[in-house]
């Protein structure tokens, strides 16, 4: 059974860096094939792709944040860690993981998200 | 970046009724087109993969067809629990897109 679970902190404050934990079970990324991306979403709006990282440690990132976004994983702990840096409130959103089904390049299982507020 | 067109953004429905949404990509993208379904407060859910196939476990008055730019969804017969909103999302190249959503409300 595949799951993935977002964890970080719920409010942050503008300037400072964002660090989320995806933290997953069912699967391996030490598997060929397998991925995991971070999507997110800010309240009322559409879902946005930030990033993606490679069984084989191949490292992607949205084109408009790619600067500020830094992707890694953890195998031994089954876990996967994106930092963003300098915080806006326009990056307040719930913030997910998933998995992608690799050979059809879809993402077939998700967390349930985790919200992010940037506020002072 | 391939950007993604849903229409319409929005639609009124009622139970039974035939619903289509399409999504089209700024260039081709082959058939690397995934459909999903999220509820309030909820994670999306795969619907389709692969422009035209189905996940395992989803209704089969769900089907997606289209190839190259211009994709649909079409649900057969909607049903309660299909109000929701609607999301594509291509895998052709990185960064991966999604449209801009399609919600499907109670007429």
């Known amino acids: 059974q595949v799951t993935l679970r977002e964890s970080g902190p719920a409010l942050v404050k503008p300037t400072q860096t964002l660090t989320l934990t995806c933290t997953f079970s069912g699967f391996s990324l030490s598997t060929s094939g397998m991925c995991v991306s971070w999507i997110r979403q800010p309240p009322g709006k559409a879902l946005e792709w930030l990033a993606r990282i490679d069984w084989d440690d191949d490292k992607y990132y949205s084109t408009s944040l790619k600067t500020r976004l830094t992707i890694s994983k953890d195998t031994s702990k089954d876990q996967v860690v994106l930092t963003m840096t300098n915080m806006d409130p326009v990056d307040t959103a719930t913030y997910y993981c998933?998995?992608?089904?690799?050979?059809?390049?879809?993402?077939?299982?998700w967390g349930q998200g985790t919200l992010v507020t940037v506020s002072s | 970046d391939i950007q993604m067109t849903q229409s319409p953004s929005s639609l009124s429905a009622s139970v039974g009724d035939r619903v289509t949404i399409t999504c089209r990509a700024s260039?081709?993208?082959?058939?690397?087109l995934n459909w999903y379904q999220q509820k309030p407060a909820k994670a999306p859910k795969l619907l389709i993969y692969?422009?035209?196939s189905l996940q395992s476990g989803v209704p089969s008055r769900f089907s997606g067809s289209g190839s190259g730019t211009d994709f649909t969804l079409t649900i057969s017969s909607l049903q309660p629990e299909d109000f929701a909103t609607y999301y594509c999302?291509?895998?052709?190249?990185?960064?991966?897109?999604f449209g801009q959503g399609t919600k499907v409300e109670i007429k």
């Open positions: 692969a422009a035209s």
């Open positions: 998933a998995r992608i089904k690799a050979s059809a390049a879809t993402f077939d299982y």
């Open positions: 999302q291509q895998s052709y190249s990185t960064p991966w897109t």
């Open positions: 260039q081709s993208i082959s058939n690397y």
